[in-house]
């Protein structure tokens, strides 16, 4: 039996998860009706397996409901409480972010932006980004934001595949001391793309520029412009942003999220697992280039009328204090980070959180991964003092919200370190075998999700194919999500990682065909195969196994660094492999499938099992001598 701590807010309602099981259409549509509505829906669910429309018939707009609606209330109420990496601070009210956001609104009307038009968004974290991404939803406009660290070669597939009329960017951010130069990564980007008509840039650095014809400086197009811009009443299934999340093959899929049911789902699940009250000030570190930072750094709290910190840099930078600090600074209430950060802030010991002021925490979240039990305990006894719950959540980037977590802000239930729990009230989630059968308690089995929820995405932008084959052609009427998963007999459910090719490094998806094709493209590499092994700080590290071409004599020491430097340039720092091998060939079936199953067996030092399937199994002695020598 899992330990288990018995902490909670103190709230025992059981009425709504009763509500989501018996009807959970009935139930997500009293949900919606906590937001601003245009004209009410005639119809809560059109399910055409496996597209799904919610309220269909209502109109609505994302931008309307993060600010219009607070403005005669909370208009002076802080809204973001921005720390810069560099030591910049500014605090932006509800009032300033509804004035800068019609503003910028107006901006985009300027520039020829109309509904429907997608925005690239390329921007450090700095308020001007949750700006760009409202201005967008209040005039109908389908955001992509990238996050800033990837590569010019990476943001190139994007912007074609989305076919964005405007990219914003700034001259260049801050990441640990340096100037990351965005400006020049998007001129690299865009060159040849005759649809971007115009790129705004923001003056962030001041560092130096060129400035193209098509570039238009942020202030110079906010100088004069009209603060007043209504907002568009848009369909509740309009689309809302595009997110690039990377796949199992081939280039990064395009998520595809519309308006009404994305934000049912994120004002029901910030309340109820973050119970959030108008005196909270919630911090959640996530990049706003990854999902958690569009749903619970952008649109949930901004729903609520919450203050939250939104900080810019590295979480271990200038020290490793840096946290404890912002913490203490602001009198965060809420704390929700990732296991890869915390198990790199345990490795600094706990005389540094212990030597700042953290009582004004009540509650704490995990995102990302699922957080290792010692991690947790960690977490609740060094940070939380055993006063805070921790609520443990999983979810996607195509589910839009959290779909497994305790909810503290709704009722009271153990918590098990390294369980998520219990599915969110209104999602039916199962553990199943191959055949889609139920496997018995303490199993191990596949994850999926039998009904639909509102915060689903709505397709992959451009492929409603793929779309179909990827999340719903495994088991009939359901959502596969790619994860192995069990559940114990309290009915508590275990994630216990990713059952396709996805590679989670620090709690980023990266995808092991969109490295492999990184890596033979280089002009001396055959053939490649990637996996990842657990890492302590990261979650899990990449390995990469390399068949170089007959006749290269390049010294594979030089080979090595060339390789990274490609990955790093080609995909971007995230996927910098912890390990190269140069192997003389791959283990592979009879049909010649790579068995990256079987190198993660080996480069993790696990037992390799049977290899009678092998076309050729003396490559598994040859990489076992070789990883042994390293």
Known sequence: MSEKFDIGLGHNDDTLRKQGDSDFVSFWSDQAKNLHWFSTWQKTLDWRPPFAKWFVGGTINASYNALDVHQSAKSDKPAILWEGENGDSKTYTYGDLFIEVQKFSNVLKSLGVTKG??????????????????????????????????????IKDRIEDSKSKIVITADGGYRRGKIVKLKEVIDDAIEGFDFVEHVVVLERTKNKISILPKDKLWKDLMKTISDSCDAEKLDSDHPLYILYTSGTTGKPKGVLHGTGGYLTHLYSTFKWAFDIKDSDVFFCTADIGWVTGHSYVVYAPLLHGATQVMYEGAPDFPDVSRMWNIL????????????????????????????????????????????????????????????CPIIDTWWQTETGGMMISPLPGLETIPLKPGSATLPIPGVDISVVDEFGSDVPPNTKGYLIIKNPWPGMLLTLWGDDEKYKNVYWSKYPSCYYPGDYAMKDTDGYLWLLGRADDILKVAGHRIGTAELESCIVSDCDVAESAVCGIPDEIKGEAIIVFTVLKDGVTTDKNILEKNLTTKIRIDIGPIATPKQIYFVSKLPKTRSGKIMRRLLKSIASGEKIGDTSTLDDPSAVDEIQKIITKN
């Not at 980004?129 to 590569?151: E, N």
């Not at 005389?351 to 947790?376: A, C, K, Q, T």
Request: charge should be positive; hydrophobic fraction near 40%.
């Open 117 to 154: 038009d997608r925005v690239t968004i390329y921007l450090p974290m700095v308020p001007e980004l949750p700006i760009a991404m409202l201005a967008c939803a209040r005039i109908g406009a389908i955001h992509t934001v990238i996050f800033s660290g990837f590569s010019s070669a990476s």
């Open 328 to 387: 203490e600074k602001y009198s965060a209430s809420i704390f929700y980070t990732t296991p890869t950060a915390l198990r790199m802030f345990m490795k600094f010991g706990d005389d540094v959180p212990n030597s700042f002021d953290l009582s004004s925490l009540r509650l704490l979240g995990s995102v990302g991964e699922p957080i290792n039990p010692e991690v947790w305990k960690w977490y609740y006894k060094t940070i939380g003092k055993q006063k």
